[in-house]
């Protein structure tokens, strides 16, 4: 079976970092590219970042660029978001997505990150 | 505010059909053809309904079509059952400066 499953949430204070780790299971790893995709609550979706399967290529939204870091293990087959200078505005519900075909066809429960003091 | 346009909400009965439109731009909708479709039911993740416009990933009832016309995709869902109600999405991608996906506000989905 395909999993994903996301870990590394939690609440933390304006200005502090949080590791994302999303954790995949069914499938060679390596193959996809991988996204995060984001939902504030009672809000929308919103995508983050973007990896390739080799982890040569990485994209991401503005509003994070100079913040967030996503990188991957694909040894162990593993996705990560490395957040820093966190936000009210970066609170949200976290995902893991694997991509496909331009869209995310499997994704992980999510991850609670509250920004608060 | 999102970048692609989506009705609040729509509503029908069990057994009728329902299209759910999605407004983007010549930088995404327009320009790609990697429109997709999510549904997501309160409390959980989301699933993908659609990809490339109008194909249906393994699983997913034929009940759900995707269409685009110019700038506007389309969802519809045809023969409503009480488990299509949802929130659904659009995204696609963009060159649009800023990100390289766009999703839409999202539509309730409320089956009378």
């Known amino acids: 079976e395909v999993q994903l499953v996301e870990s590394g949430g939690g609440l933390v204070q304006p200005g502090g970092s949080l590791r994302l780790s999303c954790a995949t299971s069914?499938?060679?790893?390596?193959?996809?590219?991988m996204n995060w995709v984001r939902q504030a609550p009672g809000k929308g979706l919103e995508w983050v970042s973007y990896i390739s399967g080799s982890g040569t290529s990485t994209l991401y939204i503005d509003s994070v660029k100079g913040r967030f870091t996503i990188s991957r293990d694909n040894a162990k087959k593993s996705l990560y978001l490395q957040m820093n200078g966190l936000r009210a505005e970066d609170t949200a519900v976290y995902y893991c997505?694997?991509?496909?075909?331009?869209?995310?066809?499997?994704w992980g429960q999510g991850t609670v990150v509250t920004v608060s003091s | 505010q999102s970048a692609l346009t989506q009705p609040a909400s729509v509503s029908a009965s069990p057994g009728q059909s329902i299209t759910i439109s999605c407004t983007g731009s010549?930088?995404?909708?327009?320009?790609?053809?990697?429109v997709s479709w999510y549904q997501q039911h309160p409390g959980k993740a989301p699933k993908l309904m659609i990809y490339g416009v109008s194909d249906r990933p393994s699983g997913v009832s034929n009940r759900f079509s995707g269409s685009k016309s110019g700038n506007t995709a389309s969802l519809t869902i045809s023969g409503l059952q009480a488990e299509d109600e949802a929130d659904y999405y659009c995204s696609s991608f963009t060159s649009t400066s800023g990100a390289n996906w766009v999703f839409g506000g999202g539509t309730k989905l409320t089956v009378l």
């Open positions: 069914g499938f060679t790893f390596s193959d996809y590219s």
């Open positions: 010549s930088s995404d909708v327009g320009a790609y053809n990697y």
């Open positions: 997505a694997r991509d496909y075909m331009y869209a995310s066809d499997i």
